[in-house]
């Protein structure tokens, strides 16, 4: 019986020793290289959800905390995306949406208006929870990063290169939140000179 679209993933078991001499399946069921651009892409949005967990683990405030949530399950999406060559039309791929991208707006901005105008570049750090977030941005641009390389290589979504790129931003405006109330760090170019 197949699974619906909707219906999580069943896992009886975790390993399968599949991998064991370095291939692994996309999700089309192809087997590369665990160095191939692709596994490099979805392999680096996974540590990105990774670090969004632990962002989530601490002192964040319940305004963030569902949209992390979803944002986590998007990444899921997009690692799926990702594990697709876009080109397998075989059957109803999950791909990002441009809806998805657009919620990511909604958020930056209903953030950002309440934020004081930059006066200079952010150093990360500040809180506990900003400098969680900022660790988080840094991993969105390295995903971004591979996957505008896979991009340069291979037909990728351009919605899921987009979320990518939007999500670092709504991460650096929610550190940029998560430093309210107290000194933010910015930059002094040359001060330590």
Known sequence: M???RD???????????????????????????????RI??????DELNSLLGLALAGDLTDEFRPWLAQI???????????????????????RVTAAQVERLEGLCDLVNERLEPLKSFVLPGGTETASRL???RAACRRAERRAVALAEAQSVNPEALAYLNRLSDLLFILARAANAGSQEPLWRPGSSQ
């Open 7 to 37: 219906e999580p993933v069943r896992l009886t078991r975790i390993y399968t020793r599949a991998g064991d001499a370095g291939k692994t399946s996309l999700g089309d069921g192809s087997r590369v290289s665990k160095t191939d651009l």
């Open 72 to 94: 986590q399950n998007d990444l899921f999406d997009l690692g799926a995306d990702l594990s697709v060559p876009l080109e397998d039309d075989r059957r109803e791929r999950l």
């Open 40 to 45: 490099e892409a979805y392999g680096t949005v």
């Open 134 to 136: 900022h660790v988080a």
């Open 2 to 4: 197949a699974r619906r």
